[in-house]
């Protein structure tokens, strides 16, 4: 038994081909309901203990519907169409019969082919050279993460006078822990929200939906083991309510294992 | 009764509530089914006449679940969640009892806010200047857009030389047609495969998920009219089987109307 609390956060009981239910964990809490991070790996998590799964993640979306409240939820993940090599999939989080998480994710059978890769490492002091930071966790869930920031930490003044959205930074679970899909899914949404870097004015922000692309399989997540990764992340623009978010993930080794984008919602 | 090839191609007979009808168009063939982007119009469009929708698209997600055979389909839009000032959709679209494509969806009520914009114009030659190009459409859509290339058109030779991945593009519709939802939905799969470009290498390639964020409402894109739009597009890694493409999309006057991403098959 795996007592990782990455772990004990995305279990989910079978109560039926498909059909799960999961509990959300305080040791992820956020501001309101647990981190989204959690959620979407969560998500994943459902379609990945699914019997008839075809190959490996290659795409997720996941749309925030509702903030989940404290407590038990149900998911259930169908597959849409199974093809010779590639599957689609819906998944849904309820509660109370209300969906709070809406998802789609494509599984494929990815071969050996030709590759290149046109975003390399950028090139920053190493997490040794950081050093860990004495940061106050604003939040519980931030605890469960090293994070250590070349460029772009949160602003410890907010007096308005940010400049741009880019953050880079080393991360890795506190403890470390393995490499996988749904751990991946959720180091994608660690990026606190751009808009507090840009203005250095926190405001109310939610993501409200996430898209994930592996670059990876299963096998090179593994021997990334329990190594530092490196994010970068950067909104394009900012508008009436909403921002978007990009962002890239790599091994320490230079390798980019998944691109991200999100959207949210921000206030005022 | 607008007769422009764009609107007849996304026209859809509502059988009820969230129900409709369609058929795929001559006028924007691919080499398989129709351009993706007018398929993907066809579904924001579907939810667009939905008489229960609240505000205007923010996002849009839509996976290619099988290539559309070539005349009559039905679409469902959903409601999957409504909240004070958002509302999450699920679209799917199916021929003969299957699903060919299955997307999700955030409409909003779009306030006035602070906003900033992070990604600019990018300085290039003017769609005057560069004038039309004397190019071959390989396939029936592409005739339905006037584009200039200052960066990144299609390889003339295929000698396997390809350096990067980027496109810039100046895009209208031919014959130009006032801006909005749909249309800028189609423009956003305009660009043809990154991986043709890299290589220069023409190996089968087809956009299997796709996602657009609106960064302008729709006053802002009818202020557009029939103007220019630029598009950027680029790969960030190409690894089995698979490669994402990120693109931007900004008015001629250099807003960023839109950012989109997509993940792509190809083989070998």
């Known amino acids: ?19 799960y239910s999961g509990r959300t964990d305080p040791a992820w809490a956020n501001m309101v309901g647990p981190f989204g991070g959690i959620t979407a790996a969560t998500a994943l998590n459902a379609l990945l203990l699914h ?15 509702a903030a989940l409240n404290d407590g038990a939820f149900e ?15 819906a998944v849904s989080i309820e509660q109370g019969g209300e969906t709070v998480l809406s998802a789609t994710a ?7 082919t030709w590759g290149a890769q046109e975003e390399p490492l950028p090139p920053v002091l190493s997490p040794a050279a950081l050093g860990k930071p004495s940061m ?23 007096d308005g006078t940010g400049e741009s959205s880019r953050t880079t930074v080393w991360m ?19 990026f606190y929200p751009r808009v507090w870097l840009r ?20 096998t090179e997540l593994a021997a990334v083991g329990e190594g530092w990764l490196l994010g970068q992340a950067q909104a ?8 978007d978010q990009r962002a890239q993930v790599w091994s320490q080794a230079g390798a980019l294992l998944a691109t991200t984008h999100q959207v949210v919602y921000f206030k005022e």
């Open 1 to 19: 038994m795996n007592s990782h609390l990455f772990d004990r956060a995305i279990a989910l009981d079978t109560r039926a081909d498909g059909r």
């Open 199 to 218: 203005r250095a004015t926190r405001v109310p922000a939610g993501t409200v939906s996430m898209t994930v692309y592996f670059h990876a399989r299963a």
């Open 106 to 112: 494509l599984t494929a059978v990815r071969r050996d």
């Open 136 to 158: 106050m966790a604003p939040v519980e869930w931030v605890k469960r993460y090293d994070l250590r920031f070349p460029e772009g930490a949160m602003p410890r003044v907010w």
């Open 75 to 89: 998911v259930e993940a169908q597959t849409v169409r199974t093809n010779r090599s590639t599957q689609h999939w």
């Open 236 to 243: 394009s623009a900012f508008r009436n309510g909403y921002f």
């Open 51 to 65: 019997p008839d799964r075809l190959g490996e993640p290659v795409a997720l979306t996941v749309n925030f519907c």
């Open 172 to 190: 890795r679970d506190e403890p470390p822990r393995p490499l996988d899909f749904p751990a991946l899914v959720a180091l994608c949404d660690v």
